[in-house]
Nanobody, 118 residues
């Protein structure tokens, strides 16, 4: 059974930092591209950052402030978020995408809420 469980969200003041974690199980984690998406109220879900064998990539709005990393030994992907802004307020979702038996598989976590407010 595939599971992606996010943690680390919460309330933080502008300029503060948070570190999100996503613990994965039920699939071959090291072979999957892992991503963080976010969805703010009334807006579409957007890609924040991705990490794969090809490297890392970030949305322009978070480049230089957020860092995605992974620990394949712990089946966990992280998102370090610094210099947070009110516009970073959103539900953050972990995503896994890879190949299984020639099929593209994609899994989602249930999300963790990040609120940036004074």
């Amino acid at each position: 059974q595939v599971q992606l469980v996010e943690s680390g969200g919460g309330l933080v003041q502008p300029g503060g930092s948070l570190r999100l974690s996503c613990a994965a199980s039920g699939f071959t984690f090291s072979t999957y591209a892992m991503s963080w998406y976010r969805q703010a109220p009334g807006k579409e879900r957007e890609l924040v950052a991705v990490i794969s064998s090809a490297g890392t990539n970030y949305a322009a709005s978070v480049k230089g402030r957020f860092t995605i990393s992974r620990d394949n030994a712990k089946n966990t992907v992280y998102l370090q978020m610094n210099s947070l802004k009110p516009e970073d307020t959103a539900e953050y979702y972990c995503n896994a995408k890879g190949i299984k038996s020639s099929y593209t598989m994609q899994y989602w976590g249930k999300g963790t809420l990040v609120t940036v407010s004074s």
